[in-house]
Nanobody, 127 residues
Framework: VQLQASGGGLVQPGGSLRLSCVVS????????IGWFRQAPGKEREGVSC????????YYADTVKGRFTISRDGAKNTMYLQMTSLKPEDTAIYYC?????????????????????WGQGTEVTVSS
């Protein structure tokens, strides 16, 4: 399984970016997907996840209303649309997948439930 993330870059506060993650080796429609981020000096955290079994979606409170997770099965690609970006969104963003479904578990959008990881794409929000 390979995940290739892209789309990061430097953006001004209030701007937008769309991250992409091309997945190979698995059928993305049969996978729970997630985006995570790690800011300098902080632990990696779950940003948004979608459970494949029932499409239940999680967003961290810090991004709710600003970020949107999605997938395109035909392209086997997942996305994270980010709008109204803030300096505190600065981080390396990672895409991840797992064949299981965990949305019935509290705190399910976390690292321990994801088996496959991309290499990360850096997002810097600064004026």
């Amino acid at each position: 399984v390979q995940l290739q993330a892209s789309g990061g870059g430097l953006v001004q506060p209030g701007g937008s970016l769309r991250l992409s993650c091309v997945v190979s080796g698995i059928n993305l429609d049969d996978s729970t997907i997630g985006w995570f981020r790690q800011a300098p000096g902080k632990e990696r955290e779950g940003v948004s996840c979608v459970d494949y079994a029932d499409d239940r979606t999680y967003y961290a409170d810090t991004v709710k209303g600003r970020f949107t997770i999605s997938r395109d099965g035909a392209k086997n690609t997942m996305y994270l649309q980010m709008t109204s970006l803030k300096p505190e969104d600065t981080a390396i963003y990672y895409c991840a997948t797992d064949p299981g479904y965990y949305s019935h578990i509290s705190g399910w959008c976390s690292l321990k439930y994801f088996e496959n990881w991309g290499q990360g794409t850096e997002v810097t929000v600064s004026s």
